[in-house]
């Protein structure tokens, strides 16, 4: 083949190709807050804050540092998930499991105040005080998790598996930290549990609901 048919093919070839609009995580990142703030919002309005917000007062030391650890967790898990909708070889998604070691000091904290208290452990654990905060954590997650599946889903991400995973644990976390605002108890065997359980079902539910609809 000479050199202008080569040309004259390539040319042909890429006739009817357009230049792609460069993605940019600021844009995805805006998607992300945007959900995250939009329903939680709307969740807190028709939920309610808890009673100390509402007051005006501050949260108690513990329930707080378990806002800002699920905090930490979901905004690096969303992080990650908005990276991987980028092209590039060899980029490192783990940062998030760094956020999900330290929230371990949720259930480990909680084991330890339940070697103190089992009674009052194995009340907050009952089904009737809790399991209505998982589902409205759940609710609270949706947002989140919808804006990262776009994201991925026009992106055609490396690892669908692992995408499921991550946007399940970004949505899970968002939703507890919706919870954490709205839900009144302070009791951390109820909030390692029953908060802790969205991050788990949501991430459950990321890996076998989404992976299947993120490959390519």
Request: with cysteine; hydrophobic share 55%.
């Amino acid at each position: 083949m000479t050199d202008a048919s080569t040309d004259a093919l390539i040319d042909g070839l890429a006739d009817d190709l357009r230049p792609v609009r460069p993605r940019r995580l600021a844009q995805g990142g805006l998607w992300v807050a945007a959900a995250w703030i939009a329903v939680g919002t709307l969740l807190l309005w028709l939920l309610g804050m808890r009673h100390d917000l509402a007051a005006g007062a501050m949260m108690a030391p513990l329930p707080m540092l378990a806002f800002w650890l699920i905090a930490a967790l979901g905004l690096s898990a969303a992080w990650s998930a908005l990276r991987m909708g980028l092209p590039g070889v060899g980029r490192d998604y783990s940062g998030w499991r760094w956020a999900g070691l330290a929230s371990l000091a949720l259930p480990l904290t909680a084991l330890f105040m339940g070697f103190g208290d089992s009674h009052g452990a194995m009340e907050a654990m009952r089904p009737q005080n809790g399991l209505r905060c998982t589902l409205d954590g759940l609710v609270g997650g949706l947002g989140v998790g919808i804006a990262l599946f776009c994201w991925l889903k026009s992106s055609a991400p490396t690892s669908p598996t692992r995408a499921g995973w991550v946007v399940g644990v970004a949505a899970g976390a968002a939703g507890a930290t919706i919870l954490a605002l709205h839900c009144s108890s302070d009791d951390m065997v109820h909030i390692a549990v029953w908060h802790g359980l969205v991050v788990i079902s949501s991430a459950a539910a990321g890996r076998l609901i989404l992976t299947p609809l993120l490959r390519w």
